[in-house]
């Protein structure tokens, strides 16, 4: 796990755990406090060039660039609980979904404001998100799993009952989304679009990798490899979960709403099961446990999306099942880990001459 | 009121009966194998699809058709564990996940190419259509016929779990490897049977569910949910845990669907997360 070789300190000699590190450190750990270095490498700073570059280069497909960015801070939520904190969880777009529709509904009813309206949905999948997740830290995997499904399977029921409210199966629409800071208005290019979930995606970003970077996103990792261990450190498990998950759960609305706001269209299928199940699949296909992992899968998820399905629904699905079956039994770690491996080989080959 | 009240009582027994015989083989791998198998309903799908096949193009009778549809399934998951699922036993449960969901999505998406995106129909013999009067209650012919033959299943799975010799490899199995390992059980092929003989119970289950279920390319991925629910809710590893819990969730769905259909599915899920949380380990523990 490259989280694991980042956590142990540069001077370390052989890698050590977590708890082993934490309980008896090294006189050279303590004066480094095993803090990870937090400054944006080179290779960081270009990953976020490639978004603006983008925009120039491929001016016709910026619907599709910042859907890519909207579903990437999507998979971004899910990376906190699954790749640090290691809930596997088969519902998350419960989450996106209640975002997604608390911003449509704000918007269909009067309330246009998009930065006001992401930050109510903000709000409102948080608040539900904190209350899932006491259900949620009580079970072990299987359960964890079925309580999530069972909740986005829920919600997604409601949604398509409360036609009234929510327009059933035909989806909200009539979204009246006003101007960006009462100036920008969304136009049909996808422009200022582009910019907001850039903006969003990028500050939010920047927030998230400063929280796994620091003690707390550490103990998650440490949740992850260890679990019996942490509270010998004094770790309140359950409560450390709990904090992760309505964290995940407020972006997942945050993405939701951006979705919402950008395309002015809330679909049933923000609440579905195939929402979640893909959104898994790009966060392992890009590589979990790395935030960038999440960004990238979205990318090589929805681009090929995009490509394939252009030619055939169906048997998009069966190259996507196939990749995951290919993925799970071969390639562990996904594109980031892959590339990772290579650059380790690459590097040790260097030493050895 | 009370005439009906037993209508629906029966026609959930009856469903959930039905889930219970796809289930039960899910149950026996995850409490064995410790494997969340996501892909369970497309051995389902696959003995309908075989029983559909059967049933029109070779004109076999029905009653023929459910020993096909049984070993067709128990076939496929016998290749498929000796090929792939053994390598993922003592895999983590996020990379079973991902992998039962990628099978699912390519038994979905195969589905769709050979047989198309419609729902199958299926046409049962004379003797199985309409009402019959039993007990003073008019109940469908189709449902006693499914009840009774999930009872029949069900007692020699019981048999044969309890009484034979192979049950006692698989009750030994199920406790302790290593030890049933070392007193020269070939933990493996017990391993390879018995996810056969519950991949080729889930294909007896969607054969014999068509009418009841329906049959289309998703069914793996909507009726997931209901078979992962009797596991969880009932408790991995048992054949008593899931029938409670079919039985109970299959009442309940249809009596919410009947009673009160505006709200529909919600009382399942509802009911779901609730067993859940009082029975994080489901409402019958295997004795260690």
Redesign the interface.
Known sequence: MSAMTDIVSPNASQPVSIAKTAMTPTPASRTHLNLPNDRWKPMEIAFWLLPVIAYFAFPGYLVLISQIMIIGLFALSLDLI?GYAGI?S?GHAAFFGLGAYTAGLLAVHGWGEPVSGLLAAAVVAGVFGFIVSF?VV??????R???T???C??LH??AN?ASWLTGGVDGLSGMMVGNLFGVFEFDLNGTVAFWYSFAVLFVLFVVLRRMVKSPFGLSLIGIREGVRRMPSLGVNVNRRLIAIFTVSATIAGIAGALLAQTTQFVGLDSLG??RS?EL??ML?LGGTGRLYGALVGAAVFMVAQDYISGLNP?????Y??????F???FA?GGILGGLEKLAAGFKSKKEAV | MLANFAGVLFDGIAYGSLLFLISVGLSVT?GMMNF?NLAHGAFAMLGGYVSVTVLSALGVPFLASLPLAFIASALVGLVLERL?YR??YK?S???Q???S??????????A??FFG?TQQPVTLPEWLRGQVHVLGLDVGAYRLFLIGVVVLVTVALGLLIERTRFGAQIRASVDNQTASAGLGINVSLVFSLTFALGSGLAGLGGGLGIDVLGLDPTFP?KYM?YF??VV?VGG?GTIKGPLLAAIILGVFDVAGKYYVP?????VI??L??VL??LF?AGLIRRKA
């Open positions: 699954l596997v088969l259900l009580r079970g072990q995997d299987l359960t799993l079925m309580v499904l069972g909740i399977l829920m029921e409601a009952k099961f195939p199940a898994l699949i392992v169906a048997y998009w699905q069966f996507i099942g196939l990749l995951l079956v993925i799970v039994l562990r | 995850m969340i792939l390598r993922l895999a449960h996020l990379d996940v991902l992998f969901i990628g099978l699912t999505f390519m038994s979905v998406a195969a769709t190419y995106p991925i949910v992962l629910l969880a991995a505006e709200i529909g599915a919600f899920y509802a779901m997360v859940l949380i994080p």
